[in-house]
């Protein structure tokens, strides 16, 4: 890309700390008018860690009288900063989006296929990164998908799976709003939230375990891991007063009724579960059973924090995990996620 046109994205990346990387596509260039979209990364000033990401559409214009020069009125920007407005608009293109029409005879459309194939072995890297998710869409859509699929051919594996990732990071982020949601509504019920758990339980650790019903339990949720533990899943709500403990670091802390209660129902269903219950499969090793209690919100308090870490040092095989922790957890996996985006990444 040329230092004329986009001298101020190298200079952005070089000397803004806030920024990660930076990169950018060319989608249009004419006599007079160039558009370009661009992808941007920011970091957390305090942390370092992924803050947020945007994409910027601009345009330049020149003139016989004028150099290249940025448009504003035919510029814009979609932050994901505060309102979402990155993830919303993809979700949007994704599900509104049509695929073309299929206007070509047999002889051109074979014609038109090789003819693709070599430009795209012509693209770079974010090229064809653009061109997968377009065909992503279209496979869905197309009567005959194995002459699109063919196409897959000419793409490298990694361009692939970036592609994936980044359907991926939408999902997460979605579903991450929806929790949020859910626990900034007072009125939210634990039944919901374990519901929602359910339906993405990447939220609670468990993007790759797998699922197991308990037909006598059916509110609990279990999940067996990559390490062969089952894990009960017992969620409550973030509760509306403060903290889950009372009491002071010299008399102690003491765990109010609402996780007394649920450490109760933790240690009868751990007693109750057998694993031959779950129609277990004859390859798997059991290593073990445990729980973990989802239930209220530190509220950044300290010593509900260190009073929470003392709790769990004493329990066996059940954990106490509130909502805030599980949110940061969230938050951290969808920033691995982001970072592993290797396509965006400045080189």
Known sequence: MDSELHPEHFHKAQHNPDIDSISSIRLYEGTRVR????????????????????????TYR?????????????????????????????????????????????????DAHH???????????????????????????????????????????????????LFQIASWRKSLRGFHRLMRDPVSEAQQFSRFFAEYPWLIGHADSEPLGWEAVPEVLVYRGSDNWLELILTRTPLTEHGLFHGDERQGWHPVHELSQALGQAQILLEQ?????????????????????????????????????????HLHRIEVQTFDQL??????????????????KSQ
């Open 273 to 313: 579960l057998n694993p031959d219950d779950l129609n277990p499969r004859p390859d798997w090793t059991l290593q073990g059973v445990k729980a973990r209690i989802l239930i209220g919100h530190s509220r950044q308090d300290l010593l509900q924090e260190k009073a929470l870490q003392r709790y769990n040092r």
């Open 35 to 58: 558009q370009e979209l661009v992808y941007g990364v920011v970091k957390d000033r305090k942390t370092g860690r992924f803050h947020h990401d945007y994409a910027t559409f601009k």
């Open 62 to 110: 020149k003139s016989k009288q004028q150099p290249w020069k940025p448009d504003p009125k035919a510029s814009f920007t979609l932050s994901e900063d505060k309102a979402q407005a990155l993830t919303q608009a993809l979700a949007f293109l994704a599900t509104r989006r049509p695929a073309p029409e299929n206007l070509l005879s047999p002889d051109a459309k074979a």
């Open 115 to 165: 003819d693709l194939i070599d430009q795209i072995n012509q693209l770079d890297s974010e090229e064809r990164l653009e061109i997968i998710l377009r065909l992503l869409r279209d496979v869905l859509a197309d009567p005959e998908p194995r002459q699109i699929m063919s196409m897959f051919e000419a793409i490298d594996a990694e361009q692939l799976a970036s592609g994936a990732r």
């Open 327 to 344: 949110d940061k957890l969230a938050l951290s996996r969808l920033s691995q996620l982001q970072v592993r985006l290797s396509p965006f």
